[in-house]
C-alpha cells in the first residue's frame, strides 16, 4: 500500500513538474510576443510624433513668414498638440 502511494506521489510530482515546465514556456513566449508587439507600437508612436513635431515646424514658418496670423497658429497648433 506504501509502494502504491509512493508511485502516486511520483506520478502526481511528474505531472506536476511537466505542468510547471509547459507554463513557463507558455509565459516566455506570451512575454517574446508582447515584447515584439512594444517595439511595434514603440515604432509606429515615434514616426507619429515626429510627424505632428514637423507639422508644427511648418506652422511657425508660416506664422514667421506672415502667411497666417497668430490666432490661425495658436488653433492649428492646438489641434496638432492635442494629436500627440
Known amino acids: 500500500?506504501?509502494?502504491?502511494?509512493?508511485?502516486?506521489?511520483d506520478i502526481t510530482k511528474?505531472?506536476?513538474d511537466e505542468?510547471?515546465?509547459h507554463a513557463k514556456k507558455k509565459g516566455?513566449?506570451?512575454s517574446q510576443a508582447?515584447?515584439?508587439k512594444k517595439a511595434s507600437l514603440k515604432?509606429?508612436?515615434k514616426t507619429s510624433t515626429q510627424k505632428h513635431l514637423e507639422e508644427l515646424e511648418k506652422l511657425g514658418e508660416l506664422k514667421k513668414q506672415g502667411l497666417i496670423t497668430a490666432?490661425?497658429?495658436q488653433e492649428t497648433k492646438k489641434k496638432?498638440?492635442?494629436k500627440i
Do not use: P
Request: proline letters at 0%; aromatic letters at 6%.
Open 1 to 9: 500500500m506504501a509502494k502504491n502511494h509512493r508511485l502516486v506521489d
Open 14 to 16: 511528474q505531472k506536476s
Open 19 to 21: 505542468i510547471i515546465k
Open 28 to 30: 516566455f513566449e506570451i
Open 34 to 36: 508582447i515584447s515584439k
Open 43 to 45: 515604432t509606429k508612436l
Open 71 to 73: 490666432k490661425e497658429f
Open 80 to 82: 496638432i498638440l492635442s
